[in-house]
Nanobody, 114 residues
Framework: VQLQASGGGLVQAGESLRLSCVAS????????MGWYRQAPGKQRELVAIIASGGSTNYADSVKGRFTISRDNAKNTVYLQMNSLKPEDAGVYYC?????????WGKGTQVTVSS
C-alpha cells in the first residue's frame, strides 16, 4: 500500500490550499480514507475522514472551512482547505486502514503565515 500526498505549501491566513493523496496497492473504492495533521510539538490529530460510501466527518476546528472528497476513478482523496488560519499549519498526512492495519503516507507541509 502506498499513499502519496501532495499540495502543501506556504500561504497567508485566509487563503486556500487543496491537498491530494493518491493511493496504490489497494482497491481504493472500498477503503475509508482520512487526513490527519501534526503541528510541531503536538500530537497528530484527525482532520477529516471520508468513508468508502462517501460520508464524511470533520474535526470541530475545521468544520465549515475544510472539505474532504474522493475520486475513486483516480484513487485519490482530496482535502480542500479554505480560510486557512495559522493554527492549521503542520504536516498533513493521509491514512487508510483495514481491519487492524493502518497505512500512512508521507506528509505534506502546510505553512500559514499571519
Amino acid at each position: 500500500v502506498q499513499l502519496q500526498a501532495s499540495g502543501g505549501g506556504l500561504v497567508q491566513a485566509g487563503e486556500s490550499l487543496r491537498l491530494s493523496c493518491v493511493a496504490s496497492g489497494i482497491r481504493f473504492s472500498i477503503y475509508h480514507m482520512g487526513w490527519y495533521r501534526q503541528a510541531p510539538g503536538k500530537q497528530r490529530e484527525l482532520v477529516a475522514i471520508i468513508a468508502s460510501g462517501g460520508s464524511t466527518n470533520y474535526a470541530d476546528s475545521v468544520k465549515g472551512r475544510f472539505t474532504i472528497s474522493r475520486d475513486n476513478a483516480k484513487n485519490t482523496v482530496y482535502l480542500q482547505m479554505n480560510s486557512l488560519k495559522p493554527e492549521d499549519a503542520g504536516v498533513y498526512y493521509c491514512k487508510t486502514w483495514f481491519t487492524a492495519m493502518d497505512y500512512w503516507g508521507k506528509g505534506t507541509q502546510v505553512t500559514v503565515s499571519s
